[in-house]
């Protein structure tokens, strides 16, 4: 089955600085890699997604991009905020079903 | 759009009673809902996939005997812990996929059941 890593596990991060959280997977077959912003004692949130067929993808402050080749994806956010602070997963699938990463605790300093 | 509710948020029951959890897609219909655990400080941990009017399939080590999951409509899937037991005690959360073509698998979470089992 498919098989997710994601790093770092925790990223500290200056207010206005950008983070960059990476992840891998194992299939080759998956087509569909979206990120979750999770908050305490919340379920995850979609804050953005790509699919096998584009190499990035932009929404304001949050980019993601894919590299096929090498099997990984990455996260950025630029110009972090103090609200960013939040679990975030990325994840993978070649179907309905989703497999995480182990998540990366993302901490906003003022 | 694509809001997905659970009902109730928090739940503290005794060990051995059976606590049921709701997951409702309030704006579109679901054709497939997915059930999952959460330990703290942990990922999302795949328990069940819930297709309307069939059985559930459940991941590997996952009792189907003790989680029973209904998915009795195109909007609404339950999840009964039977005789939960302290170990039980999980943040649960579910998601639906919103239906179109087959390749749109975006999945929508719900805000999650928190069950405590003293």
């Known amino acids: 089955g498919e098989n997710v890593e994601q790093h770092p596990s925790t990223l500290s991060v200056q207010e206005g600085d950008s983070a960059v959280i990476k992840c891998t997977y194992s299939?080759?077959?998956?087509?569909?890699f979206p990120w979750y912003k999770q908050e305490l004692g919340k379920g995850p949130q979609l804050i953005i997604d790509?699919?096998?067929?584009?190499g990035e993808k932009k929404d304001q402050r949050i980019a993601v991009t894919l590299n096929k080749t090498a099997k990984h994806f990455s996260l950025h956010i630029t110009e972090t905020q103090p609200e960013d602070s939040a679990v975030y997963f990325c994840a993978a699938s070649m179907s309905e079903k989703l497999t995480f990463g182990t998540g990366t605790r993302l901490t906003i300093i003022p | 759009g694509a809001v997905v509710s659970q009902h109730p948020s928090r739940v503290i029951c005794k060990s051995g009673t059976s606590v049921k959890i709701e997951c409702r897609s309030l704006?579109?219909?679901?054709?497939?809902m997915f059930w999952y655990r959460q330990f703290p400080k942990q990922s999302l941990m795949l328990m069940a996939t819930s297709n309307e009017g069939s059985k559930a399939t459940y991941e590997q080590g996952v009792e189907k005997d003790k989680f029973l999951i209904n998915h009795a409509s195109l909007t609404l899937s339950t999840l009964t812990v039977t005789s939960a037991h302290p170990e039980d005690s999980s943040f649960y959360i579910c998601?639906?996929?919103?239906?179109?073509?087959?390749?749109?698998?975006?999945?929508?979470f719900g805000p999650g059941t928190r069950l405590t089992v003293l």
């Open positions: 998601s639906a996929v919103a239906g179109g073509p087959a390749f749109y698998n975006e999945q929508f």
């Open positions: 704006d579109f219909q679901a054709t497939t």
């Open positions: 790509i699919r096998s067929n584009v």
């Open positions: 299939d080759s077959a998956s087509n569909y």
